[in-house]
């Protein structure tokens, strides 16, 4: 199975401040189909989660454009130009290329 | 509006059964891949099985913890989806969100959740 590691885990970041997390897979996120199948989620504390990019860097409607994904193969990022108090919560990398699909541990981010 | 609702929730002892239901509007429930994702208390988020649309051959697919225990089925007709969890176990224990699909074009919508509680 697929392992995704992200990295940090816990994120302390001033409003206002760029920040960034890393997912690693263990294998490549290449599909056959030519499409890389890894996701962002967002859970802000006691909601659901909610997806902000797909497919790598695609950003979903509504999501700020503050947010944006990079990456190929094995490594992605999230990168947030400017932390804003409601970014707070837990950010899941997600992988879909390979069954079964697979979640990060999840990157808690919070306001210095 | 679009909406997916989870419940059937509660609590088992371990060794036996329950069936959670989604229940969808505001969307075309009958050609939606759907999903279910759970979350242990204070833990991750965990994939457990999706099922594609019947167009798509309603084929399903598990995460290894549930494959043989669990099963998730549809019924386009009452815009429902289920997850039988059959030999439940304390690892079980989690709040299971039903979930449109994942990785598609549209941004996926998630309900509320709902707890499952194996103990004894």
């Known amino acids: 199975d697929v392992v995704m590691t992200q990295s940090p885990l816990s994120l302390p970041v001033t409003l206002g401040q760029p920040a960034s997390i890393s997912c690693t897979s263990s294998?490549?996120?290449?599909?056959?189909?030519?499409?890389?199948?890894l996701n962002w989620f967002q859970q802000r504390p006691g909601q659901s989660p909610g997806r902000l990019i797909y497919k790598v860097s695609n950003r979903d409607s509504g999501v700020p454009e503050r947010f944006s994904g990079s990456g190929s193969g094995t490594d992605f990022t999230l990168k947030i130009t400017r932390v804003e108090a409601e970014d707070v919560g837990v950010y899941y990398c997600m992988q879909g290329t390979h069954w079964p699909q697979s979640f990060g541990q999840g990157t808690k981010l919070e306001i210095k | 509006e679009v909406q997916v609702v989870e419940s059937g929730g509660g609590l088992v002892k371990p060794g036996g059964s329950l069936r959670l239901s989604c229940a969808a509007s505001g969307f075309t429930f009958s050609n939606a891949w759907m999903s279910w994702v759970r979350q242990a208390p204070g833990k991750g988020l965990e994939w457990v099985g999706r099922i594609k649309s019947k167009a798509d051959g309603e084929i399903t697919d598990y995460a290894a913890p549930v494959k043989g225990r669990f099963t998730v089925s549809r019924d386009d007709s009452k815009y429902t989806l289920y997850l039988q969890m059959n030999s439940l176990k304390t690892d079980d224990t989690a709040v299971y969100y039903c979930?449109?699909?994942?990785?598609?074009?549209?941004?996926?919508?998630w309900g509320q959740g709902t707890l499952v509680t194996v103990s004894s």
């Open positions: 979930a449109t699909h994942l990785f598609g074009q549209v941004r996926p919508y």
């Open positions: 294998q490549s996120l290449l599909h056959s189909d030519g499409n890389t199948y």
